[in-house]
């Protein structure tokens, strides 16, 4: 028997190819199931609700930011492709793909994380599409015996640069950023899809983690505070520097860096500690506070590291 194997291939969004490390749709099918008075197993089935998310991690942080954004983003198409691969073939075939497409979406970051330090790894970014439906067409669409579009290659990657917060400089270990999005989707009409979503709230977090100890005396809004009860920052600023093929890191004064700016925040701290073989930790949860009706943070993917 000869069988074939399906590979993704290529993830685009409003025509964007967004190069992925993993992608993945969950059809989120909810089953309505009932037996008849006698019998222990159902004898009627049918679909009550779909819910299709598509979720993409990218190594590319600078352009799923640019363009998703902390806003999220109303999509007007997406497609997702995968190509077979046939035993002993070493090539993607020239035709035979399969397409999953939709027109109606709404789409966020999830969150934007990476590690530092000895353990360094390229930051990643994570991208979910919700995809809707309308009054006659389902939220996504299958698609056989396609011809595959151009492959997409990775431009540039991302590490952690220095977090800056209450007037002192930190090399992290560990960033995590969670734009923290809530989505609420509605179905109409009796339609078994969504056709309706938007985002009523927005609740921010950014976790930290660094040997530098030291960080647990800015817990307050006043470095050099004897006392560890939280407090409000105005002034914090990460950086993500990239790295492009070839170049082992762009120069600090090229402003094509990912620079995460929040004016006010709340700042509490974590866990302190570590082993006596090694050296202590120190993580600090950071909260985005709104100012003036403005976005509680904002990004920059075109800073130098100052």
């Known amino acids: 028997m000869s069988i074939a194997l399906w590979k993704p291939f290529k993830f ?3 025509t964007v190819p967004i190069p992925f490390t993993n992608v993945g749709l969950d059809s989120n099918f909810d089953i ?3 037996q008849n008075g006698i019998q222990i197993d159902p004898t ?4 009550r609700s779909i819910a299709p998310v598509i979720s993409v991690d990218t190594l590319d942080v600078s352009l799923a930011i640019s363009t998703i954004g902390i806003a999220g983003l109303a999509s007007t198409t997406f497609e997702m492709w995968f190509v077979p691969i ?3 073939a070493v090539a993607v075939p020239a035709a035979g793909a399969m397409k999953v497409s939709g027109t109606v979406g709404l789409a966020m970051l999830g969150s934007i994380t990476g590690d530092g330090g000895e353990n360094a790894t390229e930051a990643s970014a994570t991208i979910e599409l919700h995809a809707l439906g309308t009054a006659s067409v389902a ?3 299958v698609s056989s015996a396609q011809t595959p579009p151009a492959a997409v290659e990775l431009a540039a990657t991302y590490y952690l640069g220095p977090v800056t917060f209450n007037g002192r400089t930190y090399d992290p270990t560990n960033l995590s950023i969670n734009p923290g999005l809530e989505i609420a989707k509605r179905q109409s009409d009796g339609l078994a899809w969504h056709t309706f979503a938007s985002f009523p709230r927005r609740a921010s977090t950014i976790e930290i983690s660094t040997e530098q100890v030291l960080a647990l005396d800015d817990m307050t809004a006043t470095a050099g505070a004897d006392e560890i009860e939280g407090g409000i920052i105005t002034d914090f600023v990460a950086y993500l520097r990239k790295s492009t093929i070839g170049i082992t890191r762009v120069a ?10 929040v004016a006010k925040a709340m700042i509490v701290p974590g866990s302190t500690g570590g082993a006596l073989d090694g050296f202590a930790t120190q993580s600090v949860t950071i909260t985005p506070l709104s100012t003036g009706g ?5 990004f920059s993917v075109v800073s130098a590291i100052t």
Request: aromatic share 10%; hydrophobic share 45%; proline share 6%.
């Open 32 to 34: 309505f199931l009932q």
């Open 294 to 298: 403005n976005p509680s943070m904002a």
């Open 12 to 14: 685009l969004i409003n």
């Open 44 to 47: 009627y089935a049918s679909v």
């Open 139 to 141: 939220p996504f669409l």
């Open 252 to 261: 600090n004064a090229t402003a094509e860096h990912v620079k995460l700016t």
């Open 86 to 88: 046939t035993s002993g």
